[in-house]
């Protein structure tokens, strides 16, 4: 899946959680509507172009949560870094940032995986869990937030970062910006 021209999808760690993924696990309508549902796991991290929402060298999709993270050729690995994900005014924590790496066979590769999921009540109780599997009319009601993850997947240049590569300007931003300097100009 790809935008139209122009249009450019640099998300926030707050934005995916609540504005997408919020939204999803709630089975509610999410618009514009650009994130794709992908079972990540068949896939290898160079077959998501044409697959996930590409931007950049990034790729965006919603999967479904398991444990089970083997490819044809390979695996994902957790990194053991487990960031919570704030909102920006208030400081509530709204969800949980999960840094995985993908292996060829031993060999570590320079693919990461941010899985982002939110927070889960039902972890926190036993009692809580067992009332669920028992299939009480009142969690049944409750949407199931541990089943929806989504995934940002990229390929690390050395030591930076994917994330942080805002560097290139669209075609729009360099409009508005040379709008800018016709300010500056002295017209006749």
Same mark, same amino acid.
């Given at each position: &899946?790809?935008?139209?021209?122009?249009?450019?999808?640099?998300?926030? %760690?707050?934005?995916?959680?609540?504005?997408?993924?919020?939204?999803?696990? $709630?089975?509610?309508?999410?618009?514009?509507?650009?994130?794709?549902?992908?079972?990540?796991?068949?896939?290898?991290?160079? *077959?998501?172009?044409?697959?996930?929402?590409? +931007?950049? #060298? @990034?790729?965006?999709?919603?999967? #479904?949560?398991? @444990?089970?993270?083997?490819?044809?050729?390979?695996?994902?690995? $957790? &990194?053991?870094?487990?960031?919570?994900?704030?909102?920006?005014?208030?400081?509530?924590?709204?969800?949980?940032?999960?840094?995985?790496?993908?292996?060829?066979? %031993?060999?570590?590769?320079?693919?990461? &995986?941010?899985?982002? $999921?939110?927070? %889960?009540?039902?972890?926190?109780?036993?009692?809580?869990?067992?009332?669920? $599997?028992?299939?009480?009319?009142?969690?049944?009601?409750?949407?199931?937030?541990?089943?929806?993850?989504?995934?940002?997947?990229?390929?690390?240049?050395?030591?930076?970062?994917?994330?942080?590569?805002?560097?290139?300007?669209?075609?729009? %931003?360099?409009?508005?910006?040379?709008?800018?300097?016709? *300010? +500056?100009?002295?017209?006749?």
């Amino acid at each position: &899946m790809n935008l139209p021209p122009g249009f450019r999808f640099f998300p926030t %760690d707050e934005e995916l959680v609540v504005h997408f993924l919020h939204r999803r696990a $709630s089975l509610l309508p999410c618009h514009p509507d650009v994130i794709p549902d992908l079972e990540l796991y068949p896939y290898d991290p160079w *077959d998501l172009p044409g697959k996930a929402l590409g +931007e950049g #060298r @990034q790729w965006y999709f919603y999967s #479904r949560k398991t @444990q089970e993270r083997v490819t044809s050729n390979g695996y994902w690995e $957790s &990194m053991g870094i487990d960031e919570p994900v704030f909102t920006t005014s208030t400081q509530k924590k709204v969800g949980i940032k999960k840094f995985l790496t993908f292996y060829l066979g %031993d060999s570590q590769t320079n693919w990461v &995986m941010q899985e982002y $999921s939110l927070p %889960d009540a039902s972890s926190s109780s036993g009692r809580s869990s067992k009332r669920s $599997s028992r299939g009480s009319t009142s969690s049944s009601r409750k949407p199931d937030y541990s089943k929806w993850v989504i995934c940002r997947v990229y390929e690390q240049n050395g030591s930076e970062e994917e994330e942080d590569d805002g560097a290139e300007l669209s075609c729009l %931003d360099e409009v508005f910006l040379s709008l800018d300097d016709l *300010d +500056e100009v002295s017209l006749p």
